[in-house]
């Protein structure tokens, strides 16, 4: 696959239904087998999302200006392998499909030069109204401008996101405190911070013996700094689990739910579902 120009890229960030976004996986962003962290890979791919958005008048630059912000729901990313250290990858991404109150957003990751596909993502947003915190109708933005970049042509092979159940079995694992850098832009706890404190939960030997083939979060109710978070984890096969993470706000009250993720992991040279 002949990889595409900075030009061709541009052009077409402007003008087309899909962005592509050129990142490098930066040497202190990856991990002790040189291969990027899921976390930073996250943080690109909501970056992707940001600047596709913010070319086409619906992103976080115009919806500062009538009090809107978009809020991530739902992230699942599926991986045949992570790029290793210093490797130039590119980030494709297009909306799938728009509703009055949620957007499905899909992500392609591919090696930038050769264009190897390391892995896919899928994701759910919703709009909220940054004073009551409460969802708006996304289609009001602009007369509904997303919908003229809806792409319902191409396609995302992984699995959406799927429902995260579990049973009274989880066990209770830890108990963190969360402060400064847990807060993002709009001001609750950053999404791609629960997912490293989430990949915290096991030793480093898992992770020199398997890799993270599958990543799903789903994200319930805000936290904010200060609150304390609570992880339980439910082993559901001999390579997946469920987490479920409670909030203990500073003033006390009853632990509430703030997200669940689920975690599966394969030999490291397994394949996907993807491939």
């Keep these: 696959m002949k990889p595409q120009s900075e030009a061709d890229n541009m052009l077409k960030n402007v003008h087309g239904k899909v962005g592509r976004y050129d990142f490098l996986a930066e ?3 990856c991990d002790f087998s040189n291969r990027l962290f899921m976390g930073h890979l996250g943080n690109h791919l909501l970056n992707a999302a940001d600047f596709h958005s913010n070319e086409r008048d619906f992103g976080m630059h115009y919806l500062n200006t009538i009090h809107r912000t978009w809020v991530l729901s739902r992230l699942v990313i599926e991986m045949t392998e992570m790029p290793v250290a210093y490797t130039k990858f590119a980030v494709e991404t297009w909306v799938e499909g728009a509703l009055r109150f949620f957007t499905h957003r899909d992500f392609k990751v591919e090696d930038a030069l050769t264009g190897q596909i390391f892995g896919y993502g899928r994701s759910v947003w919703a709009m909220i109204d940054t004073d009551t915190r409460q969802p708006v109708d996304l289609l009001k933005v602009h007369d509904g401008r997303i919908l003229k970049y809806v792409d319902t042509n191409k396609t995302c092979p992984i699995n959406p996101p799927s429902r995260v159940k579990m049973t009274a079995a989880a066990e209770f694992v830890r108990t963190i405190d969360t402060g400064y850098s847990d807060v993002d832009v709009n001001g609750h706890i950053n999404s791609v911070k ?3 404190h989430i990949l915290d939960l096991w030793k480093l030997d ?3 013996e398997q890799r993270i083939r599958r990543f799903e ?5 805000e936290g904010h700094g200060g609150d304390r ?6 082993q559901t096969t001999p390579d997946e689990y469920c987490v479920r993470v409670m909030k203990i706000e500073p003033n006390g009250g009853e632990p509430l739910e703030v997200c669940r993720s689920k975690v599966q992991f394969a030999e490291k ?3 996907t579902e993807a491939e």
């Design 27 to 29: 040497p202190f962003h």
């Design 194 to 196: 629960y997912i490293e």
């Design 206 to 208: 898992r992770y020199r």
């Design 217 to 221: 979060i789903a994200y319930v109710a």
């Design 229 to 234: 978070l609570s992880f339980y984890r439910e």
């Design 269 to 271: 040279n397994a394949p």
